[in-house]
Every structure is written in C-alpha cells, then in structure tokens.
C-alpha cells in the first residue's frame, strides 16, 4: 500500500510526501490534497492500493 501525507509545515507551507520524503510543497492544504489524492488515483490506476493522510495544524510534530 502506498500512503500519502499531506502535513502543514508552517502557516503557509503544506506538503506531500511518501515514504518520508517531500515530494511537493503548496501554500494552501487544497492544493496539497488535490496533488496527493491525485498521486493515490495513478498508484490505484496501475494496480496499488493506496491511501491519503491528512495531518492537522499542530499535529505535525506528533508524526
């Protein structure tokens, strides 16, 4: 399965990643969830089961 996170960074700054790696950066959360939701539709499109992971303002230490 191939998760992707979509984690605030800063007040202005969200990002994509997998496997812990940022693979994009927006300044809004709806462009980040387009992009990773987007990255999980061509992962499921080729046979992988995929999910998103969305992580609130503040909780970003915690991951």
């Not at 462009?31 to 503040?58: D, F, H, K, M, Y």
Request: aromatic share 10%; hydrophobic share 40%; proline share 2%.
């Amino acid at each position: 399965m191939q998760r992707f996170e979509v984690i605030q960074m800063r007040e202005d700054l969200w990002s994509v990643m997998y496997q812990g790696q940022t693979l994009y950066q927006y300044t809004t959360e709806e462009e980040a969830r387009w992009a990773a939701l987007a990255l999980a539709t061509n992962a499921c499109e080729t046979g992988s089961q995929a999910s998103v992971v969305i992580t609130p303002s503040g909780m970003s230490d915690a991951v």
